[in-house]
């Protein structure tokens, strides 16, 4: 009979579980509908680029100006990627 009930009890947790996901997704979709941000906001953006651009010349390297612009090398890569820009001498 315990061994029963545990099962049961764990039958409505996984239920449960599969209901507050459905809940966020439903949540999420109306928030994209509405426009609102979802996740957090970007530290980097397109205006983020021309100050890149500035430190790149002034002799810093990769990993500096990502510091320096607080963000992690993976972010800092991403925005490179994103808006397509290449840091290297022929075209800054």
């Known amino acids: 009979m315990a061994k029963m009930m545990l099962q049961m009890m764990g039958a409505f947790a996984e239920m449960e579980l599969d209901m507050i996901k459905v809940r966020q997704r439903e949540a999420i979709a109306i928030a994209k509908k509405e426009g609102r941000q979802i996740g957090r906001k970007a530290k980097l953006n397109a205006s983020s680029i021309e100050p890149i ?3 790149w010349i002034s002799g ?3 990993l500096e100006i ?3 612009m607080e ?3 993976v972010t800092f890569y991403a925005l490179l990627k994103k808006y397509d820009v290449a840091l290297d001498t022929q075209s800054v």
Do not use: D, F, G, I
Request: aromatic share 0%.
């Open 53 to 55: 651009k500035a430190l």
């Open 60 to 62: 810093k390297n990769k």
């Open 66 to 68: 990502a510091k320096e």
């Open 71 to 73: 963000v992690s090398r």
